[in-house]
Nanobody
Framework: VQLQASGGGLVQAGGSLRLSCAAS????????MGWFRQVPGKEREFVAA????????YYTDSVKGRFTISRDNAKNTVYLELNSLKPEDTAVYYC??????????????????WGKGTLVTVSS
């Protein structure tokens, strides 16, 4: 599966963005989808994951209540809604896919497919 993330940009603290990740290739609904982020010089960090049907989600603690992951299997797209943004949310955001790893989707090494990132910059 090929993944393409978009929607990043510059936003003031407290603002919102919506990231999208479009998938092409094999059946999108066969994949657990995740969002990760990375700041230069730091390891890639898990943000959120969503199950194959979209019925289950989980988040890293720092974004709970502010970010929402969702998917539209008919459109082969996963979304990440970012609200109440903080300067520390500044990072390159990546979407990732894996056919089988739900419980371990928070670990980047378990995700088989990655898109190019989209930069989110939050100014204070």
């Amino acid at each position: 599966v090929q993944l393409q993330a978009s929607g990043g940009g510059l936003v003031q603290a407290g603002g919102s963005l919506r990231l999208s990740c479009a998938a092409s290739g094999r059946t999108f609904s066969s994949y657990v989808m995740g969002w990760f982020r990375q700041v230069p010089g730091k390891e890639r960090e898990f943000v959120a994951a969503i199950s194959w049907s979209g019925g289950s989600t989980y988040y890293t603690d720092s974004v709970k209540g502010r970010f929402t992951i969702s998917r539209d299997n008919a459109k082969n797209t996963v979304y990440l809604e970012l609200n109440s943004l903080k300067p520390e949310d500044t990072a390159v955001y990546y979407c990732a896919a894996d056919p089988s790893h739900w419980a371990t989707a928070k670990y980047a090494y378990t995700m088989d497919y990655w898109g190019k990132g989209t930069l989110v910059t939050v100014s204070s």
